[in-house]
């Protein structure tokens, strides 16, 4: 039997209407998901005006009036989910139709691994789709960790997870068994929002082995970059480093 697959969205009251287009994109899934979850912060059920009946999958909203960062709703939605799989996904990105199918066929051919991570292309390069006949360019053992991420000065840097194919790869998408999240959650504290799906990722080798995650190099996101986790992580920096703040907004003005 094939295993299942759950969808699990963290999302926003301004992301609502990307959130619509997403759901209506995952009707389209070659492989429709067993259950779909949608955590979504600053928001009541009537701000979404979403009916879960109108799709053909199994469809959960879950909104919160409190304001939530994405790691968090990513744990509420997934703690929703008993599918096989997990697969986390943002609301303002499009899935390709294949993205549940190939998902599934990594798994189903490396039967030790616990995470998938996919490749993407961005709202810069033009949308081409491209449908599969097979997957085959999965990878496993090409992962290492090198120490790259500095959130305030004068704090050690932090790993990030490389691969020695140069394949261009979405941690934020990652798709983990079931078993996973029972071990690993993503990591809801302020210091590392906007980095916390490198955390996960990151979190989730060293626990399990640099065996224990695929590389699939097929393009299954359609991503669009968001300054939402941006400018939290700038509004902590601000607060805690002045003086990297004002480098920063130097650097970047215009």
């Known amino acids: 039997m094939a295993p299942t697959i759950g969808i699990a969205i963290p999302c926003y009251i301004g992301h609502i209407d990307k959130l619509k287009v997403l759901l209506k994109c995952i009707e389209d899934q070659t492989v429709l998901p067993a259950k779909v979850v ?21 469809l959960d909203v879950i909104t919160h009036e409190a304001k939530l960062n994405a790691a968090r709703n990513r744990n509420c939605a997934a703690s929703q989910l ?8 943002d609301a303002d990105d499009i ?23 996919h490749g993407f292309i961005t709202n810069s390069e033009t949308l081409d789709i491209e449908m599969y006949n097979t997957f085959t360019m999965f990878y496993k053992d090409i992962f290492y960790l090198k120490d790259d991420i500095q959130i305030i000065p004068g704090q050690p840097l932090l ?27 993503w990591n809801e504290t302020r ?28 393009p299954m996101t359609y991503y669009y970059p968001s ?16 003086e990297k703040f004002i480098q920063l907004m130097n650097n970047n003005a215009v």
């Open 38 to 58: 949608v955590s979504c912060s600053s928001s009541r059920p009537e701000d979404l005006d979403i009916n879960e009946s109108d799709y053909c999958y199994p």
């Open 95 to 117: 899935m390709h139709p294949q993205r549940n199918q190939c998902i599934i066929d990594g798994f189903n051919k490396h039967l030790d691994a616990v995470a998938l991570i």
């Open 159 to 185: 790993p990030r997870l490389f691969n020695n194919k140069n394949v261009k790869l979405n941690s934020g998408h990652c798709s983990i068994k079931k078993s996973v999240f029972r071990e690993i959650k």
């Open 191 to 218: 210091h590392v929002c906007g980095i916390e799906d490198v955390i996960f990722v990151v979190d989730i080798f060293k626990h399990f082995g640099p065996s224990s995650i695929i590389g699939a190099d097929y």
């Open 227 to 242: 300054n939402t986790m941006l400018n939290e992580a700038l509004k902590y920096i601000q607060e805690i480093c002045p």
């Open 82 to 89: 008993d599918t096989d799989i997990i697969s986390f996904f």
